[in-house]
């Protein structure tokens, strides 16, 4: 199944499939953004967040999105440093496509940004499949964050992941 993996930019035309994971809540219970009910609204959302993104790629699975991946770069003395985060329709969990999508990125992040050292992903505690990822993917858990980040209206814990290049051709 990994070997059929891939990675592109978004386009406007993919909207019918990013809907699929958009509108799960299944998928939307661990993100910062609401179960999306209207293709209008998340087609503003791709518009406004999703293609200008520096870096945020659709997870391809024999060619047909069915996830998202992005790399947000931090900047000035934070240029070290970017965050990863991910979803997937919830019919594919499980397969190692998450996995095999966050090793493409490492393959590639450390040469898309010149200062980058370390990849950071923020996990909330109960999310215990995105730990797994992190973890097949050669993350490191860092600590926990209590009372990190309001979800939904709640204080969550967070845990801190990280990925620290030690070969500069990575």
């Known amino acids: ?38 293709k209008e609204d ?14 945020t790629r659709a997870i391809c699975y024999h060619g047909r999105p069915v996830g998202t991946i992005l790399v947000t770069p931090r900047k000035g003395d934070n240029r070290c440093r970017c965050e990863l985060g991910y979803h997937l329709a919830s019919q594919y969990w499980g397969n190692g496509i998450t996995t095999k999508a966050v090793k493409l990125v490492l393959g590639t992040v450390f040469r898309d940004f010149e200062d980058l050292e370390r990849v950071e992903a923020l996990v909330d505690v109960e999310n215990v499949g995105s730990q797994r990822v992190l973890e097949k993917s050669g993350f490191t858990k860092e600590g926990v964050l209590r009372r990190y980040w309001v979800h939904k209206g709640k204080v969550r814990d967070m845990i801190l992941y990280s990925f620290i290049s030690t070969d500069p051709l990575v």
């Open 42 to 55: 998340l087609l503003i959302y791709m518009k406004k967040n999703v293609l200008p993104h520096p870096w």
């Open 1 to 38: 199944m990994n070997s059929e993996v891939t990675l592109r930019p978004f386009d406007l035309a993919d909207l019918d499939d990013f809907y699929v994971w958009a509108s799960d809540d299944q998928v939307s219970a661990w993100c910062g953004w609401d179960t999306y009910t209207s």
